[in-house]
Antibody
Framework: QVQLVQSGAEVQKPGASVKVSCKAS????????MHWVRQAPGQGLEWMGI????????RYAQKFQGRVTMTRDTSTNTVYMELSSLRSDDTAVYYC????????????????WGRGTLVTVSS | EIVLTQSPGTLSLSPGERATLSCRAS???????LAWYQQKPGQAPRLLIY???SRATGIPDRFSGSGSGTDFTLTISRLEPEDFAVYYC????????FGGGTKVEIK
């Protein structure tokens, strides 16, 4: 069925990096833009960036520029989000989320979400 | 950057009652690029409304969205037990910004 399966929870130390994966299935991977959204404990949603799985083009929220890298592997229908120089306030659930429709341009709203990956940053 | 302010922070209602949630933008949102999501504890958000008033696939018609410019509303006509959750508005178009959320709790 159509789904996004994310990698498991991570615990990292401050200053380290984390790489979260999101494997898509049940649809044509390269036709839908993919986004990453995070949610700190008890807090709201925060958009981090977007990747075009077709060509790998990315755009990041200004807040994360220089610290986040989004990539994709079309052979496994997987997108990745790597966040570096981790701080305690990066502790959050990280979601991948798919654009609502396939297309050449992103719609920027999301109808399919992964279940989330908890990243805990602690010394 | 457009800031979205949702009110009230918490809405205490009984099943069967009508819920009215507000989302106000700091600047005009063009072409009604406004979406609403529902999130239950431990779950990912679920898209309810896009384009300010279009229901997403499979969303019951008790959910409706309205508004334009800077003021948008999500209405749940008659609350069902499964509707008690947190609701977020999202502005989209060239990036994405979320409001702070409104919690709809059982009175």
């Amino acid at each position: 069925q159509v789904q996004l399966v994310q990698s498991g929870a991570e615990v990292q130390k401050p200053g380290a990096s984390v790489k979260v994966s999101c494997k898509a299935s049940g649809y044509t991977f390269t036709r839908y833009y993919m986004h990453w959204v995070r949610q700190a404990p008890g807090q709201g949603l925060e958009w981090m960036g977007i990747i075009n799985p077709s060509n790998g083009n990315t755009r990041y929220a200004q807040k994360f520029q220089g610290r986040v890298t989004m990539t994709r592997d079309t052979s496994t229908n997987t997108v990745y989000m790597e966040l570096s120089s981790l701080r305690s306030d990066d502790t959050a659930v990280y979601y991948c989320a798919r654009d609502r429709l396939a297309g050449d341009y992103p719609l920027w709203h999301f109808d399919l979400w992964g279940r989330g990956t908890l990243v805990t940053v602690s010394s | 950057e457009i800031v979205l302010t949702q009110s009230p922070g918490t809405l205490s209602l009984s099943p069967g009652e009508r819920a009215t949630l507000s989302c106000r933008a700091s600047q005009t949102i063009s072409t009604s690029y406004l979406a609403w999501y529902q999130q239950k504890p431990g779950q990912a958000p679920r898209l309810l409304i896009y384009g300010a008033s279009s229901r997403a696939t499979g969303i019951p018609d008790r959910f409706s969205g309205s508004g334009s410019g800077t003021d948008f509303t999500l209405t749940i006509s008659r609350l069902e037990p499964e509707d008690f959750a947190v609701y977020y508005c999202q502005r989209y178009g060239s990036s994405a910004t979320f409001g702070g959320g409104t919690k709809v709790e059982i009175k």
